[in-house]
């Protein structure tokens, strides 16, 4: 009998426009890329600290057609003054669903990994973050604790990963 989580599947929607709205009983948990739960490896710099050197930069997109600004966490890799540390991006949480949405700029090849605490049961998984700006991870155990841990790859040309926002899906317990 395999572990729940192996039966995991990631996988990439192309963003659809319809929204559903129905009685669900699902809720949405939405932590901006800045949340502090997002841990950020090296740290994130403050933009106006300007004596912070970090291979994760912020920015603020601002939408070509109408929408409100995002702040998005942004790497191209490591740097020197940043002691060449590899970027990478944790979170620990209980959700059934995880939706890590990036930037329409970023194209860099990223591991994807999931961790279930206690069963230890870990996944791995190589994303082109180019192909969509979804990336999502489900049938994940509500009973367990799960790590997120997203691992920057350096390719044969520049690239760069960026984070919107991650999304989680809990079951409502009313
Ligand atoms: C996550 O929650 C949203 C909103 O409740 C729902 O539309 C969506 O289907 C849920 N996703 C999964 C995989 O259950
Ligand atoms: C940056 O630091 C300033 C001053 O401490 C604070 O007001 C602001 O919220 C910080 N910005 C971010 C993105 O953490
Ligand atoms: C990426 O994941 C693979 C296993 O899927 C592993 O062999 C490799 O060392 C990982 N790379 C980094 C930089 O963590
Ligand atoms: C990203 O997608 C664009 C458009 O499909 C393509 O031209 C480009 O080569 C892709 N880059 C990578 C790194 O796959
Ligand atoms: C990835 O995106 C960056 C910034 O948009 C661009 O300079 C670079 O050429 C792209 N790399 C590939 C391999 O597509």
């Given at each position: 009998m395999p572990h729940r989580l192996s039966w995991l599947?990631?996988?990439f929607y192309l963003l659809i426009s319809t929204v559903t709205l129905t009685v669900s009983a699902q809720q949405q948990v939405v932590l901006g890329s800045t949340d502090p739960d997002l841990?950020?490896?090296?740290s994130l710099c403050n933009v106006s600290n300007?004596?912070?050197f970090s291979a994760w930069q912020?920015?603020?997109?601002?939408?070509?057609?109408n929408g409100t600004p995002v702040i998005v966490t942004s790497t191209t890799g490591p740097i020197p003054q940043a002691g060449n540390a590899i970027p990478q991006l944790f979170l620990t949480f209980r959700a059934s669903?995880?939706?890590l949405r990036t930037s329409p700029l970023s194209n860099a090849t990223v591991n994807f990994s999931l961790t279930a605490d206690p069963s230890g049961v870990?996944?791995?998984k190589q994303i082109n973050t180019n192909i969509s700006q979804l990336i999502i991870a489900d049938n994940l155990p509500e009973s367990q604790t799960t790590t997120l841990g997203v691992t920057f790859l350096q390719g044969v040309s520049s690239t760069r990963f960026d984070v919107e926002s991650?999304?989680?899906n809990v079951t409502d317990s009313r």
């Open positions: 599947f990631l996988s841990v950020y490896l090296p300007t004596g912070c912020i920015y603020i997109d601002f939408p070509s057609i669903t995880l939706y870990t996944i791995t991650i999304t989680l």
